[in-house]
């Protein structure tokens, strides 16, 4: 059974740092694609950023040059470390599985889902 559990949300003055985590069981991070998304109230869940099998990655063009998503294959968690944030970053944000090597923007495309985090950004 595949279980995936974020953390690290909280809130944080605008031009701030963090870092989220989502540590896996069940399911081998290094073998498989996974994804970061997120949703404000009263939006759709869209994508912030996804890895590859391979290590290759994908930004949503809001978050480029800020936010740097990686793996740490031995520990079987992803990260998501968010520079420079901003107030329009603030949302509950996901931790997203595939059950395939390659990463597709949707987030119906993806199998597993972690219970979310809270990011708040004050101006």
């Known amino acids: 059974q595949v279980h995936l559990v974020d953390s690290g949300g909280g809130s944080v003055q605008a031009g701030g740092s963090l870092r989220l985590s989502c540590a896996a069981s069940g399911y081998i991070v290094s073998y498989y694609c996974m994804g970061w998304f997120r949703q404000a109230p009263g939006t759709e869940r869209e994508g912030v950023a996804s890895?590859?099998?391979?290590?290759?990655?994908i930004y949503a063009d809001s978050v480029k040059g800020r936010f740097t998503i990686s793996k740490d294959n031995a520990k079987n968690t992803l990260y998501l470390q968010m520079n420079s944030l901003k107030p329009e970053d603030a949302a509950m944000y996901y931790c997203?599985?595939?059950?395939?090597?390659?990463?597709?923007?949707?987030?119906?495309?993806?199998?597993?889902w972690g219970q979310g985090t809270q990011v708040t950004v004050s101006s």
């Open positions: 997203a599985a595939r059950d395939g090597a390659y990463c597709y923007r949707r987030s119906s495309d993806y199998n597993y």
């Open positions: 890895i590859d099998r391979w290590g290759s990655t």
